[in-house]
């Protein structure tokens, strides 16, 4: 949970998770659903389904231990170099080395390394120092320590020099470079997408159900339900926002392709814009109602006030607060 996710924003999720899940054994029986139920909110769910895939070998090869041998670790789906170096050092006590993006930083610092973060000579150099200063006693402990070093005193914009155990042998503190270091990978700018999205619901009040799609495996959003979407057509990207035409357009294509019918609004009901880190989306979005389906559409009602039950991402509860403003995000 706490790659790419803030510990604190982690916690309660973890906490929840393990209360619905509190031994391989129930992950490994759970849903695909339940998981990413349970994992709704946090993004990035292909972690939640590795982490399932990974439970289910656990307790299928290896009786629900975590195996102790790097191979068989390595050997699960979901655990890379970072992760078998966690569980080893950690769980076994045994010299594996860990680089997050503390470590990362900590080391680039000591040797001063001036090549930017995930070109291949900067990984090596890190990964071979981190090899090489875990080989010492008490090495889970020493790589705990190694990462809230980072966290606590190693920070990016002010490091704590004065308090630090390696300031006499840091390379960056003796030239006065601290702060420039690590050199940061070069960003990709998140690719603009223009989406329209129809939020078809039926019934009233407490019966009310809006109809999703769960995403297929292999697409974006895998496992997870959505509102029907398309991407916006050509003319609504030439024009602009005055093609109100063709934004209606846009919205009748996309009922029609889902295979879903009933009264369209007029107009859209607003705009969610929303930003992963390889794309940022801005979705039309449009309301339908008394939704009939075809036989062939990929949709199903789901009662509003069973979303909690479903892997539902972020995405999905913004456009519905955009169209039913008594749903909360
Ligand atoms: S001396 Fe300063 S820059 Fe060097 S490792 Fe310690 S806190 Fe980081």
Avoid at 11 to 33: Q, S, V
Avoid at 190 to 200: D, F, K, N, Y
Avoid at 240 to 252: F, H, I, K, T, V
């Amino acid at each position: 949970m706490c790659q790419q996710t803030r510990v604190d924003t982690a916690i309660p999720y973890y906490h929840r998770f393990l209360e619905r899940f509190p031994t391989p054994g129930d992950l490994a029986e759970a849903t695909e659903d339940e998981v990413l139920a349970a994992w709704s909110g946090l993004g990035y769910y292909r972690r939640a389904r590795l982490l399932h895939a990974g439970v289910k070998e656990v307790v299928a090869q290896y009786g629900g231990a975590v195996p102790r041998g790097a191979e068989e670790r390595r050997g699960l789906p979901g655990v890379g170099r970072y992760t078998a170096g966690a569980l080893g050092s950690i769980a076994f006590d045994l010299p594996e080395p860990i680089v997050d993006g503390n470590v990362a930083r900590v080391l680039s610092r000591l040797d001063r390394i001036e090549t930017p973060l995930g070109r291949a000579e900067t990984e090596r150099a890190l990964w071979t120092r981190a090899e090489a200063l875990v080989a010492g006693p008490r090495p889970g402990d020493f790589n705990q320590a190694l990462m809230e070093l980072g966290a606590l005193v190693c920070t990016p914009k002010a490091p704590g020099c004065g308090a630090c155990p390696w300031a006499a042998d840091c390379a960056a503190h003796a030239a006065g470079v601290e702060t420039s270091l690590p050199v940061p990978r070069p960003k990709k700018k998140p690719v603009p997408v223009s989406l329209t999205a129809v939020v078809a619901t039926r019934g009233r009040g407490a019966d009310r159900e809006v109809l999703l799609e769960r995403r297929a495996q292999g697409e974006l959003f895998a496992g997870l339900w959505m509102v029907p979407m398309v991407e916006a057509g050509p003319t609504q990207l030439a024009l602009g926002d005055e093609a109100a035409g063709s934004l209606r357009d846009d919205a009748q294509r996309c009922a029609r392709e889902h295979g879903v019918s009933g009264t369209l609004e007029a107009d859209p009901r607003g705009e969610v814009i929303h930003v992963l880190s390889h794309r940022r989306y801005r979705v039309r979005v449009w309301r339908l109602s008394a939704a009939r389906t075809r036989p062939e559409s990929p949709l199903v009602p789901q009662r509003l006030d069973g979303l909690s039950e479903l892997g539902v991402p972020r995405l999905t509860h913004k456009i519905l607060s955009a169209a039913l403003p008594s749903h909360e995000s």
